[in-house]
């Protein structure tokens, strides 16, 4: 019984059977001639028959060489196939793994904590941070920049997506520090703000824009945007202008509270929610990887 024939030895055969020339497939496939000729010889001798008639005239196949190239040839496919599918394997392992946001996810610690994990998992793996301006409530996973995006809720077409709730906070609302209300340290009522106008997001954040104006606060009571923001320092600096006041998480408002901006507590508003999410039906399992590392992080 023939055993052990090699890949190596098929690749050789095969190539001496596409040139009929050992001095060219030597050369192809980068080895000696005489390292060649002794390993076609070698496999000859395993199979008991000569694979090829060498004279004067040249190279040719024998009848055994010609009823075994076309089973070389398709094992050699199927092996380079399945090198394909390890590499594809490998380099999945190996991939970039997008992670956008459009708020730091600071709270505690979170991300480096979340890093810390996942790369422990998935040495092999490459995060990417990718920053997205307010305009997109979703930090990228709308249009598939980002593979998973830390976000506040709610987002745009929300059952397109998978959450896992990282903080809820406070909303605060931010003002001038010549505000009328800016003086007391305590709460303010919501009650109190309804008739002040609103810094808001872009239209194009949808139900997030909502959100941050309070509509569903409001009772019907109608709102004055004093000014369009779509970053912090759009935010501060309309702050300063006096063109409006703005709610804030609570762990955003240091970001705002510089020179000439103070915050007040609010009540009779729910706390807003910050989120990881990721795509419900097409999430790799990188994403999933991530997704689990947050959920070990994220603070009790």
Request: charged fraction near 20%.
């Amino acid at each position: 019984m023939v055993m052990d024939v090699h890949g190596r030895d098929l690749r050789y055969f095969a190539a001496v059977a596409d040139e009929l020339h050992f001095t060219r497939a030597a050369e192809r496939l980068f080895v000696s001639q005489p390292a060649l000729s002794k390993q076609i010889r070698a496999l000859e001798r395993q199979l008991g028959a000569p694979l090829f008639d060498r004279d004067r005239q040249g190279v040719a196949l024998t009848p055994v060489g010609t009823a075994l190239l076309p089973h070389a040839r398709r094992l050699l496919a199927e092996w380079d196939a399945a090198r394909a599918a390890v590499d594809a394997a490998k380099a999945a392992q190996r991939a970039t793994l997008v992670v956008g946001m459009s708020t730091s996810p600071g709270r505690g610690g979170l991300l480096p904590a979340v890093r810390s994990r996942f790369t422990a998992a998935h040495p092999e793996a490459e995060l990417r941070l990718r920053q997205v301006g307010w305009q997109d409530p979703t930090a990228g996973l709308a249009d598939g920049g980002s593979d998973v995006a830390y976000v506040w809720l709610p987002l745009p077409d929300q059952h397109r997506y998978d959450h896992l709730v990282v903080a809820e906070e406070p909303r605060l609302v931010a003002l001038p520090e010549e505000h009328r209300l800016a003086a007391d340290a305590g709460p303010v009522d919501f009650a109190d703000l309804l008739d002040e106008p609103f810094l808001a997001l872009p239209q194009a954040a949808g139900p997030l824009r909502d959100y941050w104006l309070a509509t569903d606060e409001r009772g019907g009571r109608p709102l004055r945007i004093g000014a369009e923001v779509a970053s912090t320092e759009e935010t501060y600096e309309a702050l300063v202008a006096g063109l409006g006041v703005v709610l804030v998480a609570a762990g955003n408002a240091p970001l705002i509270s510089l020179g000439g901006v103070t915050t007040r507590p609010v009540r009779g508003l729910s706390p807003s929610r910050f989120a990881l999410a990721w795509p419900r039906t097409s999430a790799a399992p990188l994403t999933l990887a991530y997704a689990a590392a947050c959920r070990a992080a994220r603070p009790a």
